[in-house]
């Protein structure tokens, strides 16, 4: 069932797409820059700058999953607002079609008859 809600939020909408662009920016970077900064320090014969690359690499990665990390906990938090709201909306629908039978059915008692039923009293079991 889909609903016509407005969507809400929308800056924090923005900021979780801000950090996911962010963060896919920042691993492409870090794709380019570290191999050639390695390539560059083995090259030289520097170990210490090869450890300063790899640590540079490792950091871009992490920054790199901390970021999408981030922005997929924003989308989550809002994808369960959005289906709060929506589970509030079906279940005051339901309430609302629930009171009309309710009133229907009480209707339809007070005549003395509810539907499904015979007037008069039982009568005994005949085998």
Not at 17 to 31: E, I, Q
Not at 57 to 84: D, K, P
């Amino acid at each position: 069932m889909t609903l016509a809600i407005r969507r809400r939020y929308a800056l924090l909408r923005g900021l979780g797409k801000v950090l996911a662009g962010t963060a896919w920016a920042a691993l492409v970077v870090t794709l380019v820059v570290t191999p050639v900064g390695l390539a560059r320090a083995v090259l030289g014969g520097a170990s210490e700058e090869i450890w300063e690359w790899l640590r540079y690499g490792l950091s871009g990665t992490v920054f790199f999953l901390y970021g999408l990390f981030l922005a997929q906990a924003i989308e989550v938090v809002l994808a369960i607002e959005e289906n709060t709201r929506q589970a509030t909306f079906v279940l005051e629908k339901v309430a609302s079609l629930t009171q009309q039978v309710r009133d229907r059915l009480g209707e339809a008692g007070s005549h003395g008859t509810v539907p499904g039923e015979s007037s008069g009293p039982p009568g005994p079991n005949v085998a």
